[in-house]
């Protein structure tokens, strides 16, 4: 039962970030803590890569994953190991939607800590909300944050929790995309083809 443990492994992992990534995209519509007009949120919040990329799509191959041990469908031609076999090349499938989603959340991370938050700012006199860092210049320097007025503290709210969602994101691609070779041995070969893999992450169904 060795890829399928692993797979195991990777769903239950898959179930703790994408909860992360909906949280973390939850706070994000309260820029620095605080809650702001719909149309003062910035543009990436409302492409919603945590909840809907790393949070709801991630939820069909964590499922999927985890049920992957047991899951020896009808043990078809009589064959008990050919159903599972077959469970594991369907795997590939929400392996390929996890990695999508993942990426989704991803991309929209890097766009929003290059483009900045939205907060108000001072131009030409006036107070107004804007985003002031479109070209990514604030990454580099730091004395530009002060331009944000308010909310406070917005510029770091909104850097750390993209910069959280970007890590999480490629977390996840990478346990899919894992999923997607351990899927393949495991539909090949049967289960202990991927036994060296199993050895680190799940020991304890080895012995
Ligand atoms: C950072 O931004 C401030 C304010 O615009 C500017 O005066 C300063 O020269 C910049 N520092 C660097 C290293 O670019």
Known sequence: MCSGSFAKCLGITLIPLSLACVLCNILLFFPGGTSVDSENITDEVWYFGGILGSGVLMIFPALVFLGLKNNDCCGCCGNESCGRRFAMLSSLLFA????????????????????????????????????????????????????????DGVVSWHLSLFSVLLVMGVIQVALCAVQVVNGLLGALCGDCCSIFMCVGFCLGDLV
């Open 96 to 151: 390929a939607v996890g990695v999508l989603g993942g990426g989704y959340s991803v991309i929209i991370s890097v766009l929003a800590i290059n483009y900045g938050p939205r907060c108000l700012v001072v131009i030409e006199g006036t107070e107004q909300w804007g985003t002031p860092f479109l070209d990514g210049s604030y990454l580099s320097n730091t004395s530009l944050w002060s331009e944000c007025l308010k909310p």
